[in-house]
């Protein structure tokens, strides 16, 4: 049968759409291309909120982006070391202020980018509310010089016991420093549990026994929001003499009080420059107090896993992570969950 020119036409295009189909619903199926064909590298800072934090990331990172990732576990300055060589691409919460020479000489390295603010962070030494109660004259830091027997340290007799920074993490830096500044290392010992889990259980046991205990902790942590405790107070900042004792070598350290904290997400710099979808995601993370807060209390009273809560933050708080994200990411994020 012979075809006229008009049905020719008609066939070559039916062919040539034939053709096209299968290469279409492949591209569709394939879904979003990760602008790093590697895994992205996450660094696994051994505390709560960043173990969330890191979670929620990924999982977006993931199932938004199409990005492949994995975490490399580490402590806080070693992993600043590891974030400038490019060993690992993101640190999901930086604090500056308490690294802050060592973060501000990344900084200068064009090494490493902060961007954006997760949430504003702070710390503090605490007792519980029940210890202030039966010792209300206890109100400044400076005050534990006559407590010493109220938190008696088992193994040093004489001296009593603060629960500082797990092994390892950079605030130990720093309280060993005001431990110092407040006149108090002759009479106590900044005692550094082996890990943030121990740190916590410690707490958490003597909480339970109505026993008294002094002790550094950090917000946002779902122990702190879980706990009825007193903050202590230090005299006002003073950012000269913070600067010093945030410094392992300062030499005639000054009590001041804490920091406010600012925490942003550090980034390799040149794994910024390769994906700069993935910075602009970065730089728009900004979660309120009440839903970090929340998060970490579920956490808490669930028994469950970060990557448990990172789910249950996305599943809750969608009015803030999805303004982080363009519309078709949290679409693909949202079904996902």
């Not at 075809?3 to 492949?26: D, G, I, N, R, V």
């Not at 509310?129 to 008696?152: G, M």
């Not at 001041?256 to 730089?283: H, M, W």
Request: glycine share 8%.
């Amino acid at each position: 049968m012979r075809l006229s020119p008009l049905s020719k036409l008609a066939l070559a295009a039916c062919l040539t759409l034939a053709a096209a189909l299968p290469a279409a619903a492949s591209a569709a199926s394939a879904g979003p291309q990760c602008e790093v064909q590697r895994p992205v590298r996450f660094t696994g800072l051994n505390w709560e909120s960043n173990l969330v934090l890191a979670g929620i990331e990924r999982f977006i990172l993931e199932k938004g982006y199409g990005c492949k990732t994995q975490v490399e576990p580490g402590e806080t300055l070693a992993m600043l070391t590891a974030l400038q060589r490019g060993d690992v691409d993101v640190t999901p919460e930086v604090w500056p202020g308490q690294i802050e020479g060592a973060w501000n000489k990344a900084l200068a390295s064009k090494k490493v980018i902060g961007v954006g603010q997760v949430y504003e962070a702070g710390e503090g030494w605490y007792i519980p509310r029940y210890t202030a109660e039966r010792h209300p004259d206890l109100k400044r830091a400076a005050d534990l010089a006559r407590f010493k027997d109220t938190f008696a340290d088992p193994e040093e007799p004489g001296k009593g016991r603060i629960y500082g920074c797990p092994a390892g993490w950079a605030c130990g830096t720093l309280n060993d420093n005001l431990i110092r500044a407040l006149k108090l290392d002759q009479s106590y010992t900044m005692f550094a549990p082996g890990s943030g889990a121990a740190q916590k259980a410690a707490i958490v046991s003597a909480y339970k026994r109505k026993r008294d205990i002094v002790f550094y902790y950090w917000t946002p942590t779902a122990l702190v929001g879980a706990l009825d405790l007193v903050k202590l107070e230090l005299p006002p900042f003073d950012p000269q003499a913070y600067r010093c004792i945030t410094d392992p070598k300062c030499g005639n350290p000054v009590a001041t009080e804490f920091k406010a904290q600012p925490v942003v997400t550090g980034l390799n710099a040149d794994f910024a420059r390769q994906a700069p979808q993935l910075q602009a995601f970065f730089s728009s993370i900004k979660i309120s107090s009440k839903a970090i807060d929340g998060t970490l209390g579920w956490l808490e009273n669930e028994g469950a896993e970060p990557e448990d809560a990172a789910r249950y933050f996305l599943k809750t708080h969608g009015d803030e992570w999805k303004t982080w994200v363009p519309a078709e990411v949290a679409q693909r994020v949202q079904a996902a969950l």
